[in-house]
């Protein structure tokens, strides 16, 4: 199977400033939570660690007082061309016509874990054991998203049962489900965090605001070199960050600016 990028008429799409993060996690617990990802069995082992959304710290690696730091959430970046599809033997995974979304359906899965060495972004995690939330925790688990079993794989998914109910409420109130308003579809992440780092919407669509954001110079996409034409995008008006999200050598220009 060949890689190769499919346009959609909605692309659903994040924008997070990283001049506006604070690395306060909050958007990693919300994922947590809403997509009823268990408490791991051991929390210093990172290798059996579930974490959808991983906020990861920069340093320009100055000294005082030119010390800086930055923060940068990375859920699934739900990639144009997704090198975690085509390798799957059993099409788990794949590009979702509506929203661009990479899906995961885990019954589907065989836990072969190709689609984990395939994927640049280490986005993708293997439940090595089946979950176990601590006792009456389980009644605050989400109805609307299923529980994984052990052997299977699973990711972020910007939170797409949150856009099903988006779509179902937009059918009951007779409006187009396929012209949904910024804002009636927000994944637990952007909705938690409190500096309104993540701006969520369509790509495609003017009016959100995350298609200008996506055109500003300021604007970077995770390792873009790769050509896999993520749907999430980064923002720091600090060159040194967005020569550190890319990836960029020391005597490389960053887009122009
Ligand atoms: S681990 Fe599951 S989703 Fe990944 S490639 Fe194998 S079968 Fe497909
Ligand atoms: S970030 Fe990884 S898991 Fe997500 S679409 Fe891209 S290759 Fe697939």
């Known amino acids: ?22 690395g306060c996690g909050a958007c990693m617990v919300a994922c947590q939570a809403e997509n009823n990802i268990a408490p791991p069995v051991d929390a210093s082992n990172k290798r059996y660690s579930l974490t959808w959304l991983l906020v990861y710290q920069l340093s320009n690696k100055q000294p005082y007082p030119n010390h800086d730091v930055a923060y940068m959430p990375r859920p699934c970046l739900q990639c144009g061309k997704p090198n975690c599809v085509p390798v799957c033997p059993v099409i788990a995974t794949d590009k979702n016509q509506e ?23 280490h986005a993708r995690y293997f ?9 009456g925790m389980e009644k605050t688990l989400t109805p609307d998203v299923s529980t994984r079993p052990r052997g299977v794989v699973e990711k972020c998914l910007f939170c797409h ?16 489900p396929n012209a949904l308003a910024e804002g009636d579809y927000i994944p637990a992440c ?39 034409k993520p749907q999430v ?23 122009g600016v």
């Not at 439940?127 to 006792?135: F, G, K, L, Q, R």
């Not at 060159?239 to 020391?250: A, F, H, I, P, T």
Request: aromatic share 12%.
């Open 190 to 228: 952007v909705e938690m965090c409190p500096t309104g780092a993540m701006v969520f919407g369509d790509l495609e669509n003017p009016e959100h605001k995350v298609h200008k954001l996506s055109k500003s110079p300021y604007a970077f996409r995770l390792l873009e070199r790769l050509n896999t």
């Open 161 to 176: 049962h949150r856009y099903m109910a988006a779509r179902d409420k937009a059918r009951i109130e007779d409006r187009d």
């Open 127 to 135: 439940n090595w054991h089946d979950p176990v939330w601590p006792e």
């Open 99 to 121: 929203g661009g979304i990479v899906s995961q359906v885990n019954a589907r899965c065989i836990g072969c874990r190709y689609c984990m060495a395939a994927c640049p972004y």
């Open 1 to 22: 199977m060949v890689l190769y990028l499919k346009e959609f008429k909605i692309k659903w799409g994040m924008v997070i400033d990283l001049d506006r993060c604070t």
């Open 233 to 255: 995008y980064y923002y720091s008006k600090r060159e040194w960050v967005r020569k550190q999200g890319d990836n960029y050598l020391e005597h490389e220009t960053v887009g």
